[in-house]
Nanobody, 122 residues
Framework: QVQLVESGGGLAQAGGSLRLSCVASGHTFSRLNMAWFRQAPGKEREFVAAMRWANGMIDYAESIQGRFTIYRDNIESTVYLSMTGLKPADTAVYYC???????????????WGQGTQVTVSS
């Protein structure tokens, strides 16, 4: 059973930066596809970014392309989401997701964290 614990959320001003972290346990981290999703109030959960373990392939949602960066530290079993140029529209609960096989923009990953709130003020 994979356990995921996110941290790093908080309040930021528009144009500011935050870095989210997600620590994984219960599986060989280096063989997990990792992803970030977000869910704003009243909206469906949406894909943000994902990284495939097998070949390092990265996929970003168009809405955050060029502003957010996903990267991982296999020694620390941690995946990060570096967020710059934050906008009020980025306000949401951010979720870390993992799966040894699935690599998709759909919310079909097997394992999910509890989420961390990101609030961007204008």
């Amino acid at each position: 059973q994979v356990q995921l614990v996110e941290s790093g959320g908080g309040l930021a001003q528009a144009g500011g930066s935050l870095r989210l972290s997600c620590v994984a346990s219960g599986h060989t981290f280096s063989r997990l596809n990792m992803a970030w999703f977000r869910q704003a109030p009243g909206k469906e959960r949406e894909f943000v970014a994902a990284m495939r373990w097998a070949n390092g392939m990265i996929d970003y949602a168009e809405s955050i392309q060029g502003r957010f960066t996903i990267y991982r530290d296999n020694i620390e079993s941690t995946v990060y989401l570096s967020m710059t140029g934050l906008k009020p529209a980025d306000t949401a609960v951010y979720y870390c997701a993992a799966d040894p096989v699935t690599f998709t923009r759909a919310a079909e990953y097997d394992y999910w964290g509890q989420g961390t709130q990101v609030t961007v003020s204008s």
